[in-house]
């Protein structure tokens, strides 16, 4: 489909729908086959020509979307600041105010992670989001920010707030339908209901409960690698990871989180990579290998750091050198 939309983009006449074009192909089509990095370039020329060509709201598609996939592609988090500011002005410039707070979202994110703004600034940034979501009668910025949050969520691993996340906004996998957010959102969704299962006490059923509906998006993302999307493989061994840890694995959890970390940082996925090692830690510090802990952490505090996390960095310190156990 990408090439069948190629193709009719090259034959003349076709400038007056080359902006639209590209978002749609940058947006929906080019992740499920290609690197997500790969989108980047083609939605800034897609915003350029629409530009030029006055087609105003797809120049903000193509430039809105664009600051998503910096987001999904994990590029240094000062780099994307200015990414996101500099999109920001142009938005409000274009009188496209509903991408720009959208934009706002991100950019909530990218400070907290900073450490330029504290949780409760973030939170009240949030809920300021969300309010004027409401007054405009949309809809689409309330799932970016419910996104964000639960990234923020799995980031911090408070897995009570990202179920509280899910909660709240239940469709939100389906409101990002044929983007790459929803690829994301099914991986953090399975990552949250197998932590969910872990931690579940009472009866066997509960802990099944979960452990069922995390198997069940993990064979969606299965299907999607099975059929060549390049974006999902880390996703996969991670979750899986978290499934042989759930049913007694060390050694296959082990395995996959060696995995995971190769597969993160061939594909360019500097957070996942950090991810990754931060959740091995975690489980060797379970098992009481204190070198296998030890290291892991170091490897995650690095990598965060080279991402740009200050805050992610300053909060896994405390915990690890806390008297209390390592979060799971």
């Known amino acids: 489909m990408a090439k069948t939309v190629e193709r009719l983009l090259s034959k003349p006449g076709m400038q007056r729908i080359k902006s639209r074009s590209f978002y749609i192909l940058d947006a929906f089509i080019r992740h499920w086959t290609c690197p997500i990095h790969a989108s980047r370039d083609p939605l800034l020329q897609g915003y350029q020509i629409g530009l030029e060509t006055g087609d105003v709201e797809s120049a903000a598609l193509n430039i809105s979307f664009r600051c998503g996939q910096s987001w999904f592609a994990y590029h240094p988090l000062a780099e994307l600041q200015k990414e996101l500011e500099a999109s920001m002005r142009v938005l409000v410039q274009l009188n496209q105010r509903s991408h720009e707070r959208n934009l706002q979202a991100y950019l909530l994110v990218v400070r907290r992670l900073r450490n330029l703004d504290s949780k409760a600034e973030t939170e009240l940034g949030f809920e300021e989001l969300m309010k004027a979501d409401e007054e405009s009668n949309g809809n689409v910025n309330v799932f970016t920010v419910k ?81 060549g999307n390049p974006n999902v493989r880390h996703y996969m061994h991670i979750l899986m990871a978290e499934h042989a840890l759930l049913d007694g694995n060390r050694k296959a959890a082990e395995s996959h989180f060696s995995a995971a970390i190769t597969f993160s940082e061939n594909g360019g996925f500097l957070h996942d990579k950090a991810l990754a090692h931060d959740l091995a830690s975690a489980c060797y510090s379970a098992q009481g290998n204190e070198f296998m802990t030890s290291f892991h952490f170091q490897c995650s505090q690095r990598t965060y ?24």
């Open 305 to 328: 750091m080279e991402w740009g996390a200050a805050s992610k960095v300053e909060t896994q310190y405390i915990y690890y050198n806390s008297a209390e156990p390592y979060c799971l």
């Open 147 to 227: 996104l964000m949050q639960l990234e923020l969520c799995v980031l911090f691993r408070d897995w009570e707030g990202a179920q509280l996340c899910l909660t709240e906004a239940p469709d939100i996998r389906t409101r990002f339908l044929g983007m790459y957010a929803s690829v994301r959102v099914t991986f953090l969704e399975a990552l949250v209901y197998l932590k969910a299962s872990k931690s579940a006490t009472g009866s066997c059923l509960t802990r099944q409960k979960w452990k069922r509906k995390a198997t069940k998006l993990i064979k969606i993302l299965n299907r999607w690698m099975k059929k």
